[in-house]
Structure formats: C-alpha cells, structure tokens
C-alpha cells in the first residue's frame, strides 16, 4: 500500500475469512544496503474467542500516512499516541484510531476512526515479517539487525521464536534490574518477566501497565535477527475480575528510537550511469551518490561526531560549479538535508561534516548525497581531456562504449561514540557492482606522424606534396581498438589540416615548423597530431617530360597531324621536350640526364635523324631498338628539344605504333629523378598518292608550269581537291600571274584507289601589261625671277615612257596614270619644296597638277602597246610632262613659309602605273 499522502486507512482482518492468504504489504518501507525494500506482514493465525452475539473480534492494522508523521492534531489516537508509537502496529486494541481517516471495514471516512475490539483471556494471533528487495520482489535472506518492541505490558504476552540454549544472547531489554523469571514471588518487583514455554521458545510479559505511557524505555525490547522471517505471537492474558471477555489490547509496536545503541551504516556508494554525448555539457561527467543511513537512536545513544568523506578517482576534479551543486536529500524525497552539514574540499576530496550529530534534526535520516564530478581539462585538448589512453583501459573498466569507474572503498565515514570508547571509528564503502559509475565514452581518433619529413625552403604547404593531410600520418585508428569503417565500410574518421597550421614561409634550412592534423570522427570527437617537418634546402622536383609527333609523306615536307592518314612510308616526327623547370634562383641542376626511347618495329629508324635543339648529335645510340641521347647537365630553367624521326613500314599496316620516352638523371645529392614522357599511340592505314600535275595547255607534255603534288590518303576514301589547300594554292598563284583554268580533274573529288591516281589541272597564259619609263627627266636649268615660268621641253634618260600591251584579249584597253611620289626638293635643304611643279598635258588638251594621288593622263580604249613620249612636244600647248615654276610656291614644308630666294638645284620622284581596262581618276 501507498500511504504517501492522506488520508491514513484502517484495515480490517476477519478471522473467519480463510479462502485466501492475509498480508499487508508496505512498499518502500525504508533501505537495505542502499536499496529501496517492501515490507510484507504475513497474518498467520488469529485465534479468538466467540462473544455472546456470536461475532468474532477483527484484527487490525492502521496504515498512517506519512503526512501524518509526529502530527498530534492527524495522528494516531489513543494512550500512546504518535506516530513513532504506532508504526507498524498490529493487533487488538481497546481504543487505538485515527484521526481524518478512512475505514475500509465500513467504508467510512471520520474525524475519529478506531479499531476496539471484545477479546478475551487466551486470545492469540501470530504472524510474522518478511522483506523483499522493493524492485524485484527478491526475498532478503542475508540481512542482520535489530527489531525493536514496545508496549509489552500486562494486557499481553509475546512469544517469539528463540531457542533458550541462546542464553538470550540476541534479546536486549531496557534494564536488567527490570526483568525475572516468572512465576516469582516477587512479582511486584519486577516488572518484566520470562519463561520458557512447553515449545521451548521464550515469553515475555509485563506485570505493570505503567509501560503504557508513551515511549516509556520500560516497555521495550529489541531483538537481533539473523533470520529471513520475523515470527511474533501475541496472546491475551489480562482478565475481567469476572473472568469474560473485556476490550482491552492485545496491540505491540515497532519503534524507531530502539532502547539498544545501532551505529552509523556503513556508507553506501551507488554510481550513476552518465549517456550524455559530446554535444551535452555533462559529456564525460561523473556521477554518484552516497547513502549514508543515520539511525534515530535514543538522545543517550546517539553520535558526538560523524564525517563523511569521499575522494574522486584520478582523472577528475570538482569544479565550482560542481561544488555547489552537491544535493543532499533525504532518500527517496526532494526534502534538503544540506544545512546540516558542513562541506569542504581539498583537492580531490570533500568532505561532509555534521554540524549537530546528536540532534534530533540530523537523526534518524537516510542521507542521499548526489555528487557530479568534470574531467581534468588540458589546455589546448580538443577532446576535454577525456581520452581512454588516459584512463589505464582494461577489459574491467571499459565496456559496450562506457568507462567504468569503481568508486567503492573511496568513500569513508568517521563517527565518534565515546561512551563506548568509540573514537573516530572509520566506515569504509564497499566496493561491489553498485558502486560502479559509467560514463559514455565515444572513441577518439589517433594517428602517428611520419617523422623525418623535410619541405624544400619557400615551398608552399598547400602546394607541396604534403598537400595531403594523410600523406604525413600513419596507423589512423581509434583508441577503443574499434574498427575505423562502419557497417558499409565507410571510414568514420576525417582527415584535415588544422586552420591553426603555420605557414613556412620565410623560414630558413634547417628550422622545424609543425603541421597540425585535425582528426575527426562521424560523432564529432577531435583529436589532432603535430607533424614536425624540417625545412631544407630545394630538392629537384619539378621537372617534366612531354612529347608530341607529327608526319608527313615521302617527297613533301608538309607537316599533318591527322593519324587516320598514316600509312606505309610516313614519315613519323616525334618532338620531346626535356626541362628542368625549377626557378633559376634555386641554382637546381638535373645533371647527367639521360633520354632513351624504345623505338617502335614498325618504323623504319635512322639514328643520324636524331637532333637536340636542331643540331644534330654524335653521340646518340641506337643498340636493338632502343635509342639513348646523353643531354648532360639541364639547369634550372633550362629545357632540351629531341627531334627524330621514323618511315612507316609496310608491314606496320594495320597495327598501332608505340612510344614512349624516358628521361633520367640525378639531383645535387645523387638521388635519381627522372620522368616518363607520355605514350603515344599510332594507328595505321593502307594509304596511296594521289599526283595532282599543273601543265599548259598549249605545251601539255612539256614542263610543268608548277611542280606536282603528292596526296596521300587511306585506300576507298575521297579526297575533295576543291577543300585540298595546297592545290588551291597552285591555282591561285598561277592565276595571279596571268594564267587562267582551262581544265579541271573531272571530278575533283577523287576516290583513292589502290592503282596509280593522277589528276591534271590545264592553264592558258593571258599576256602582260606593262609599262618602262625613262629613268631621269631633266628639265634642266632656269634663271630666277619673281616670275612664273614654265619649262615644256624636257631631256629624257634611259627609256622612253612605252606601253607594252601582250594580253591575247585586248579589246578591255588600258589606263596609264601617274602620281607624285616625292615633291621637286631642294637637294641641299631636304625642308625646301617647289609645291604644284609637276604638270601633264593629255593628248586632249587637258592640263593636269601631279600630286600624291594618281591620275590618269592616256586611256587607250584598243590596247595594245604604244610609246607615249614619242608624242611629246616642246611647247606649252604640246601634250608632255611640264614644269612649272612659281616664286610664291617655295616653302618650308615644316611650317608652310615662303621661301624668298630659291635658288639651288631640285629633284623629285614620279610613279607609273598602267591598269587594264578604263579607270575612274582616283580610283
């Protein structure tokens, strides 16, 4: 039953009901070795007398609630009255009851409910008590301690179940002096008697009522008990004066205040079990409580000191936040006991000093210290401080993912009784499976650095080969010894350079940086791993080695690139460039390098076409088919160009060629370095020429007007000569230089065959125009004067200024112009010019200024060739080239001013220019 709260309820036992067991059954009765018990009171007999109405007394047991707990105003009623009086009463009384309760007899509720009952002389009951763990029903069978009677009197006698040969040796009353064997002549004198009865158990009885007064010492007795059952028979022994039946009590109670001394228990720790992940503040903390019961002994009995002290195991301190979070409660409820006691810590330990041993405040209490304790924090720990590698991890303290911290034996009480000569008696924990705390612990991440690591000096972290995290780590791991990869073999961990990693910059040879490497699992746990890493000087590494092929076909060394156009007799050209492309400042050299080449069967190969940096070499090997060119020292910066070239085979048709080069030499310290150029595949085809041939038309046999051209192509495919730029090309020209198309390969687009395959472009010359002049005109001299004059007879040198005209087509005509290309200048000052000198006079009549831009002066509309200084005269109305001179046109040409005196020889420069067919001037 559960009488936590009001109201308190009497309970009613028939003595005539015998289809079922009768017991009562107090749950959560009090503490056993820090564990809650029930109480079960087995009813076992109940022997009455029938009254003269025929009814039989009930028996009958009050449930107080525990509000009603040493309240006078709610508690039990009657002579003794209280509480602690009427605990655990069983029986018949002759007037016991409660106030505000419930009778589950009547099914009543009243302010005054009792239990009295007719009994007579020679009524009897039995029963007895068991205890039972309060979680699992488990039966205690191994307990030993004290219960304690009271109010044995006169009314009743108290049979219990010890054997005499025990010289009573477990029974302890309040004073000798007070108890005798009975019958005795001296009843008067005693007022507790004994016997033994026919079953050889032991009787006790009072011969006073004055034992009925409350918590009378007198009246009491407690008994040790090693025994699983607790057996108590009651019997009625009072009588009327008439010898009937009488309401009197038959009624023994439990007392909590015993008559007998019971010392502190030993203190009990629990541990707690903390799951609280690395995101909760409470990951790693821990937690434990201790049970220390204090027993409510009588004022003479109880302690003059108590301390309890408890130390944290290795690995945790007590903060002060967690210091002042210590709870101390009374077990079971959220009532604070903490005012009662002193605490102080020193170090690890804290230590719980009674301020009042002996009052009745701290008596009588089952403390429940609650204690939470951090982990020892270390600067710059990403993991708290709560690394398993810490914690000495045996197969006993580390379990399915939880530490396991054995607290027992680290926590003392120290009590202090002198009347008995107790002094600082110590009370040690026991160490056994409840006092073990476990705290969730997720695995930490480790990993070992690869030491003897150096990083050339000025090599960017990031760029190097430790841009990597993992390439400087070994034996990744986790510190459980679980597998690193969850169920679908995914790694939990992750690998990453810490923000906080230094830069190298700047540093000298020699100088040692650490590269931090943050290590992280899937639950977020931390761990990093410092990396030392020497800075040395350069180290030659960056070197490379690439090659690149183009052909071209026998007799044309026009380049191509197109693979599906290689057949027998390509030529193969295979371009490898060598360099050491370290900075020139880091003074790195590749020396004695080496290039060899494995030279593919397919190709014909002529070791003499082998040239480095387009010169060729005389110390180039060909040994089988695998070529070496020695290329000596490479400085940094410096790179070597290998040119060789190869035929293709015709028994290579159909087959891929391989190459691939190699490039080897050694760094400062002798170590090798050396690189492979990339592999080049090459497929082939069966190809022919196709001859493209460029005659004239009127000599077709005879030379060629231009060389021929070679096509060569896969046999069935097409080769369009139209697309085809070399051929265009031909075409072109010969057409710029009076050659016209008279016939074209029909088609132009040629199937190759495997035969010969020739094409024929004819062309036709269609003449020249041209035009000589002479190469001096001199007009000869003229004397000054500010007047303009005119010179219209001209001496002319060398040719005569001639049309010749051999086009085969003619009627288009032609146009002859003229322009200034340098004005008349002064020979001896170049600044001096005679502006607008230069004048023609067409065969019109037209009178025309030379200048800068061309003019025409003769459209011969028939063509045709035609002298045209023959028709020259030597007057001003004369068709002709005439001078003209002007005073006010000689001028500086830099500014444009006059040129007073002009005196001084001139010259300038006329270009000719004939143009088939009519012209628009200035076109």
Request: charged fraction near 20%; hydrophobic fraction near 35%.
């Amino acid at each position: 039953m559960d009488r936590s709260n009001n109201p308190s309820v009497l309970y009613r036992f028939d003595p005539n009901y015998t289809d079922e067991e009768k017991y009562i059954i107090v749950k959560n009765a009090g503490l056993f070795q820090g564990e809650k018990i029930d109480l079960r009171i087995n009813i076992l007999e109940q022997n009455t007398t029938a009254q003269a109405d025929g009814t039989y007394a009930n028996l009958g047991f009050t449930a107080i609630s525990y509000a009603d707990y040493a309240n006078s105003n709610t508690a039990i009623v009657g002579s003794n009255g209280g509480f602690l009086s009427s605990f655990l009463a069983l029986g018949y009384s002759s007037g016991i009851g409660t106030k505000n309760a419930y009778d589950e007899y009547t099914g009543t509720f009243d302010d005054d409910v009792r239990f009295s009952e007719q009994i007579s002389t020679g009524d009897s009951i039995k029963y007895n008590y068991e205890i039972y763990y309060a979680g699992t029903n488990q039966l205690i069978t191994d307990y030993k301690g004290f219960w304690n009677f009271t109010n044995i009197n006169s009314y009743k006698t108290l049979t219990l179940p010890v054997k005499a040969e025990n010289n009573f040796n477990d029974l302890f009353v309040y004073s000798l002096d007070l108890i005798n064997p009975y019958p005795t002549t001296e009843s008067d004198k005693y007022l507790m008697g004994y016997r033994i009865n026919s079953l050889g158990e032991i009787e006790i009885k009072s011969n006073s009522l004055k034992v009925l007064a409350t918590n009378n010492p007198e009246g009491e007795m407690s008994r040790l008990l090693e025994s699983p059952k607790i057996e108590i028979n009651q019997a009625m022994t009072a009588t009327t004066s008439d010898g009937g039946s009488r309401r009197s009590g038959m009624l023994v109670f439990y007392v909590t205040d015993p008559i007998v001394r019971i010392a502190p228990a030993t203190p009990i720790v629990i541990g707690e079990t903390n799951d609280a992940t690395n995101t909760d503040p409470d990951y790693g903390k821990l937690k434990y409580r201790i049970v220390q019961t204090v027993v409510n002994n009588k004022a003479d009995n109880r302690d003059e000191k108590l301390v309890i002290q408890t130390t944290l195991p290795d690995k945790y301190e007590l903060s002060t936040e967690d210091f002042n979070n210590i709870t101390i409660t009374n077990y079971g409820t959220d009532v604070n006991l903490k005012d009662l006691f002193e605490i102080t810590q020193d170090g690890k330990t804290i230590t719980f000093t009674a301020k009042d041993p002996d009052s009745d405040a701290f008596v009588g209490n089952v403390f429940d210290i609650s204690i939470e304790a951090s982990r020892i924090n270390r600067t710059g720990d990403t993991t708290n401080g709560f690394k398993i590698t810490d914690f000495d991890v045996t197969d006993d303290n580390y379990e399915d993912n939880y530490m396991h911290y054995q607290l027992g034996g680290l926590t003392k009480t120290t009590y202090t009784y002198s009347k008995a000569g107790k002094v600082d008696e110590i009370l040690t924990s026991v160490a056994d499976e409840r006092s073990i705390a476990e705290v969730l612990y997720q695995a930490t991440p480790y990993a070992d650095p690869i030491l003897g690591l150096t990083i050339p000096f000025n090599t960017d972290i990031a760029a190097s080969i430790y841009s990597d995290p993992e390439s400087i780590i070994k034996n990744l791991r986790l510190d459980t010894g679980e597998s690193i990869l969850d169920s679908s073999g995914n790694r939990i961990i992750d690998v990453s350079y810490d923000s906080s990693s230094p830069s190298n910059s700047g540093l000298v040879p020699g100088a040692v940086i650490t590269l931090i490497v943050l290590l992280e699992t899937k639950d977020g746990i931390q761990n990093t791993v410092e990396v030392p890493i020497t800075v040395g000087y350069d180290s030659l590494k960056n070197v490379s080695a690439t090659k690149t092929q183009s052909f071209n076909h026998p007799n044309d060394s026009t380049k191509f690139d197109d693979v599906t156009k290689v057949g027998a007799d390509t030529i193969v050209t295979y371009t490898i460039n060598i360099a050491n492309n370290e900075t020139v400042s880091s003074g790195l050299i590749w020396e004695s390098v080496d290039f060899t080449d494995e030279i593919d069967e397919g190709l014909t190969f002529d070791v003499s076409s082998v040239r480095v940096d387009g010169a060729a070499v005389t110390n180039a090997t060909y040994i089988g088919n695998l070529l070496t060119v020695p290329l000596g020292d490479i400085g940094p910066g410096v790179s070597k160009e290998i040119t060789f070239t190869g035929t293709v085979k015709a028994s290579a048709i159909g087959n891929t060629i391989t190459n691939m080069g190699h490039a080897a030499g050694v760094d400062e310290d002798g170590d090798t370095v050396e690189k492979d150029t990339d592999r080049v595949d090459i497929p082939t085809v069966r190809n022919n020429a196709l001859i493209v041939h460029f005659v004239d038309t009127n000599n077709p046999t005879g030379t060629p007007l231009r060389p021929s051209i070679t096509i060569y192509a896969p046999v069935d495919s097409t080769v369009d000569l139209t697309q085809n730029e070399a051929v265009q090309d031909v075409i072109a020209e010969l057409e710029g230089v009076n050659y016209e198309v008279t016939s074209r390969p029909s088609p132009e687009t040629i199937t190759i065959t495997g035969d010969g395959n020739e094409a024929t472009y004819e062309f036709e010359s269609l003449g020249t125009i041209t035009v000589s002049a002479p190469s001096v005109i001199d007009f000869k001299s003229i004397t000054y004067n500010s007047a303009i004059q005119k010179v219209s007879d001209p001496d002319l040198g060398g040719d005569k200024l001639v049309v010749t005209d051999t086009r085969s087509k003619q009627e288009t005509g032609w146009t002859l112009q003229a322009s200034l290309t340098r004005e008349m200048t002064n020979v001896s000052d170049s600044d001096i010019i005679m502006k607008n000198a230069l004048m023609y006079r067409t065969n019109d009549g037209t009178e025309k200024t030379l200048s800068s831009s061309a003019i025409n002066i003769r459209f011969q509309s028939a063509g045709g060739n035609l002298a045209i200084s023959d028709a020259w005269g030597t007057t001003e109305e004369s068709e002709g080239l005439k001078l003209v001179y002007d005073p006010k046109q000689v001028v500086n040409s830099t500014d444009d001013t006059l040129i007073v005196s002009s005196v001084g020889s001139f010259s300038g420069e006329i270009t000719w220019t004939v143009i088939a067919g009519p012209v628009n001037e200035g076109g």
